[in-house]
């Protein structure tokens, strides 16, 4: 369904402004600058020269066409081969090592974006597993037993991942290798036009991390305060133009938010109602989805609320989603299954963002994620919504 009007444009116009925060919104040539987005973390593996350049190309222009201006992709990702659950080939095999042929697939996607009048929020690691991430790190320092994938290790693997910033044995390491692949791709000259990656306007923000998780530990608060400030600060004495935000859900309450949001730019919520227990792809009820709207436009009143009125911040919805119909003949995970619930569902986000946006009190949203004319193969990684675990 098309987006309601708004009293301002979302276009970028071929821009060599850079974004910029004004109170809660975010400006672009002193105007407001509104993000209808799309999560589209395949783009440096698909911009590969042995990736698929004419599927990219054929997906910018479909996004285009649908009033898609921004697009959250990965600047990262973390080897060696041969690791089970996540995407490959990796940017970066050891720490330094990288895979010169998937930077040049980066450089030439952002060199793409500025034809189709869009902005790229680069995510600089991962929590989880499927682009190697903090768990990686945590192994390349530690390499004293296997990561714990969630497939087979359930809940530990997020103590795994979050030793990357919690345990005092490794942390300091983790960080250098860290630091150093943000240095790294910030100073990036792009093989294909000349211009260094901090001094590109075609992106938007950098992201620390997708989804770093809070850690119920002991100085919990101190601890995860610290890695979101030092690396924020460290991004920013490295690049002066670009924006900085978290990555981060919002799922852990207003404290969590306000102790991981005190140093970036712009405040960074996730909403996912089945893998947080608020609605079941199964169950066709009515009551089922109305608990699904109820969650999503009470989390993001809350999250907004805290953004805007505690923090003074701009905050932007970088993830949401949801499953096709699972109660029918089809598998839910079959391009051919309805989308009942999805479309009402994705039409009552839009609104909700839209009431927001009127009171100066959301900038956007990025729905999870564009696949494009991309459909599911087990033979290989075949780039899809979901990396391919999922």
């Known amino acids: 369904q098309p987006f309601p009007q708004i009293n301002f444009s979302t276009s970028m116009q071929h821009t060599k402004s850079f974004i910029k925060v004004d109170g809660t919104r975010f400006i672009l040539d002193n105007k407001p600058h509104y993000v209808v987005g799309a999560n589209y973390w395949q783009a440096m593996n698909l911009g ?9 190309l054929k997906d910018l222009e479909t996004l285009k066409e649908n009033g898609i201006n921004s697009l959250r992709i990965m600047a990262a990702s973390e080897g060696p081969p041969g690791e089970p659950y996540r995407m490959y080939p990796a940017l970066m095999n050891a720490p330094g090592e990288y895979d010169e042929s998937v930077f040049q697939g980066l450089d030439w996607f952002l060199d793409q974006l500025k034809n189709y009048d869009m902005t790229a929020i680069m995510t600089l690691s991962n929590f989880w597993h499927w682009s190697g991430g ?3 790190y945590v192994n390349w320092v530690d390499n004293s037993g296997k990561i714990p994938y969630p497939e087979v290790g359930g809940f530990s693997f997020d103590s795994y991942s979050a030793r990357f910033y919690t345990d005092s044995e490794i942390k300091d390491t983790c960080q250098k290798y860290y630091r150093d692949h943000i240095k790294t791709v910030i100073n990036r000259k792009n093989t294909v036009n000349g ?8 992106i938007f923000a950098w992201e620390l991390a997708n989804e770093p998780q809070a850690v119920y530990s002991s100085n919990a608060h101190d601890v995860v305060f610290q890695w979101f400030d030092k690396t924020s600060k460290f991004i920013k004495s490295l690049d002066k133009n670009h924006l900085v935000t978290t990555g981060t859900e919002g799922k ?7 102790t991981m949001h005190k ?5 960074s919520v996730h909403v996912w109602v089945e893998n947080w227990g608020h609605y079941s792809s199964g169950d066709p009820s009515p009551e089922n989805y109305q608990r699904a709207v109820n969650f999503m436009r009470n989390f993001l009143q809350e999250t907004s609320d805290w953004s805007t009125k505690i923090l003074k911040k701009p905050v932007l919805l970088g993830e949401y989603g949801m499953a096709r119909d ?4 089809i598998s839910k995970y079959d391009p051919k299954a309805p989308v009942t619930n999805r479309d009402k569902y994705f039409t009552e986000v839009a609104k909700k963002i839209f009431e927001l946006e009127k009171q100066h009190a959301q900038t956007g949203l990025m729905f999870w994620a564009y696949s494009g004319i991309g459909r599911p193969s087990d033979s290989k990684p075949t780039w899809v919504g979901d990396p391919p675990h999922e």
């Open 252 to 258: 852990h309450g207003k404290d969590w938010f306000i």
């Open 326 to 329: 699972g109660w029918t003949d």
């Open 134 to 136: 903090f768990a990686q």
């Open 263 to 267: 140093s970036d730019n712009f405040t």
């Open 195 to 202: 211009m260094v990656y901090k001094d590109d306007p075609t």
């Open 48 to 56: 590969m020269e042995s990736g698929n350049r004419s599927r990219v």
